[in-house]
């Protein structure tokens, strides 16, 4: 089994200040990550994964995460967030295992609050 | 195209009642999930379906819930005799074959008085 852990339930900032917000997961198996968004009163949007390859992975909206399997995290990252950012992330993970189903295992969330 | 739509948007029922709740997923997507998402909470699988494959009914938390799906067309999720403590928003994400990516739907935000 999988479980995420995204340990600040919200973080405010100022417009175009630095923002980390932490994922970390624990999986006895191999797992593929994910952040999604979910703006207001809309559907979770897909904001970067990483599958393979360079640990270091860049998404939509100049966010990045970095994989780091030996802390078991996979932090997002935005050097400079935009009020627009205002939203709820979400950090997921799935086994990389055939016949899994794709199934998401999810954190609960993080509140991104951006101020003037 | 079009997303996945969900309706409905807001559902109150009273407790004892039972509900349905759809999904439409985008058109030649073979696999559906529902996920369930409790007020502060992460989201919570429930059901997946792919194809025309027996679906993984594994996250369904109690013989209550049930959901249906005709080949890779509309989905239907249904709580009978509901609780209080199904309040939350139900929300359906659909994916095309191949793929890892799932596209969810604005959720149906059920309350239960």
């Known amino acids: 089994a999988q479980s995420v852990t995204q340990l600040d339930s919200q973080v405010p900032v100022f417009e175009e200040a630095p923002v980390e917000l932490r994922c970390n997961y624990s999986s006895s198996v191999s797992v593929y990550l994910f952040w999604y968004v979910q703006y207001p009163n809309q559907g979770l949007q897909l904001l970067l994964k990483y599958l393979s390859g360079s640990t270091l992975v860049k998404g939509i909206n100049g966010f990045e995460a970095e994989f780091n399997k030996s802390q078991t995290s996979f932090h997002l990252r935005k050097p400079s967030v935009h009020i627009s950012d205002t939203a709820e992330y979400f950090c997921?993970?799935?086994?990389?295992?055939?016949?899994?189903?794709?199934?998401?295992?999810f954190g609960t969330g993080t509140q991104l609050k951006v101020e003037l | 195209g079009a997303g996945v739509s969900q309706s409905p948007s807001n559902k109150v029922t009273e407790k004892g009642k039972d509900v349905e709740l759809r999904c439409d997923p985008i058109?030649?997507?073979?696999?559906l999930y529902w996920y369930r998402q409790r007020l502060g909470q992460g989201l919570e699988f429930l059901i997946y379906?792919?194809?025309?494959?027996?679906?993984?009914k594994s996250g369904l938390p109690s013989d209550r819930f049930s959901a249906e799906r005709t080949g890779e067309s509309v989905s239907t999720l249904t709580i009978q005799r509901t609780q209080q403590e199904d309040s939350a928003v139900y929300l359906c994400?659909?994916?095309?074959?191949?793929?890892?990516?799932?596209?969810f739907g604005p959720g149906t935000r059920l309350t239960v008085t």
């Open positions: 058109s030649g997507h073979t696999a």
């Open positions: 994400a659909s994916r095309p074959t191949g793929t890892y990516e799932q596209y």
């Open positions: 997921a993970v799935r086994p990389i295992l055939t016949g899994g189903g794709n199934k998401l295992t």
């Open positions: 379906f792919q194809g025309n494959s027996a679906p993984d």
